[in-house]
T-cell receptor, first 115, second 116 residues
């Protein structure tokens, strides 16, 4: 059974800092990994998707890396802004024996960027 | 274009009643997912539909939960004889299958269910 852990659970940083969010998973036979943000009272917004064959993806100030062998992914946020304050979720997709997709989410990292 | 929509946005019901939650995926997306997020918990996968194939129901927590997807588009999640522990935010997502960058999941705003 896939288990996804995110550390830290909460993080508070001053505006402008670079920061790293961590995601670890127990079953390295993943199909892909996706990072989301969740704002209070709202749905999830997809940030980056990394295929199992890829090592990293970049979008603006965000960079996500994937190391399947060690069961880890990191989300790097450069020059953080107050608008980055949200809960960040890591989601790992596996394919089961029937070829079905199964997505396991981490519990998230709640980020607060202080102006 | 329109994103994933869900209705109702909020639902308050009495214990023992049945509820139906609706999801309209992005047009053309063949994959549809239901999740729930209980207070203070992570997202829990419930069920996955791919086109007209039989759904993967392995995440449904009990036989009181069922879901349908009519015509490969709109989906309804039904909870029978609701219990207080069913209170959660129910999220629906869709993605464009098959493989590739189109696997990105797009989420709806969720339905907040409160069982009294």
């Amino acid at each position: 059974k896939q288990e996804v852990t995110q550390i830290p659970a909460a993080l508070s940083v001053p505006e402008g800092e670079n920061l790293v969010l961590n995601c670890s998973f127990t079953d390295s036979a993943i199909y892909n990994l996706q990072w989301f943000r969740q704002d209070p009272g709202k749905g999830l917004t997809s940030l980056l998707l990394i295929q199992s064959s890829q090592r990293e993806q970049t979008s603006g100030r965000l960079n996500a890396s994937l190391d399947k062998s060690s069961g880890r992914s990191t989300l790097y946020i450069a020059a953080s802004q107050p608008g980055d304050s949200a809960t960040y979720l890591c989601a790992v997709m596996n394919l089961n024996s029937g070829g079905y997709q199964k997505v396991t989410f981490g519990t998230g990292t709640k980020l607060q960027v202080i102006p | 274009g329109a994103g994933v929509s869900q209705s109702p946005s909020n639902k308050v019901t009495e214990k023992g009643k049945d509820v139906e939650l609706r999801c309209d995926p992005i047009s053309g997306h063949t994959a549809l997912y239901w999740y729930r997020q209980s207070l203070g918990q992570g997202l829990e996968f419930l069920i996955y539909f791919q086109g007209n194939s039989a759904p993967d129901k392995s995440g449904l927590p009990s036989d009181r939960f069922s879901a349908e997807r009519t015509g490969g588009s709109v989906s309804t999640l039904t909870i029978q004889r609701t219990q207080q522990e069913d209170s959660a935010v129910y999220l629906c997502a869709s993605s464009l299958f098959p493989r590739g960058r189109r696997e990105t999941q797009y989420f709806g705003p969720g339905t907040r269910l409160l069982v009294l």
